[in-house]
Nanobody
Framework: VQLQASGGGLAQVGDSLRLSCLGSGRDFVLSTIGWFRQAPGKEREFVAAITSDAEKIYIGDAAKGRFTISRDFAKNTVPLQMNSLEPEDSARYYC?????????????????WGQGTQVTVSS
């Protein structure tokens, strides 16, 4: 599975950004896809995940009420809509694929990772 995250950039507090994870390969279609983030000096943090059939969605504590994950089967993408951005959301955001199970709320479930996209939120 190959993954490419995009859509990051510089935002102001309260702004919205829409990240996208573009996947390739048959296994991408069969994979649970997760979004994670990591800020300098901090551990990688789970953001959100969605199963291959989009029937199950996992949302991390930091994302609840503000971020939405979805799946575009036609475009082979998994968008992450981020609203009401805060400075604490500044991090590098990664998408990852788990082609083996529906479990998705921890990095240990994922075997394939993209390069990430940087999000910076200024106050």
């Amino acid at each position: 599975v190959q993954l490419q995250a995009s859509g990051g950039g510089l935002a102001q507090v309260g702004d919205s950004l829409r990240l996208s994870c573009l996947g390739s390969g048959r296994d991408f279609v069969l994979s649970t896809i997760g979004w994670f983030r990591q800020a300098p000096g901090k551990e990688r943090e789970f953001v959100a995940a969605i199963t291959s059939d989009a029937e199950k969605i996992y949302i991390g504590d930091a994302a609840k009420g503000r971020f939405t994950i979805s799946r575009d089967f036609a475009k082979n993408t998994v968008p992450l809509q981020m609203n009401s951005l805060e400075p604490e959301d500044s991090a590098r955001y990664y998408c990852a694929a788990n082609p083996y199970s529906e479990f998705g709320d921890h990095s240990r479930y994922y075997d394939f990772w993209g390069q990430g996209t940087q999000v910076t939120v200024s106050s």
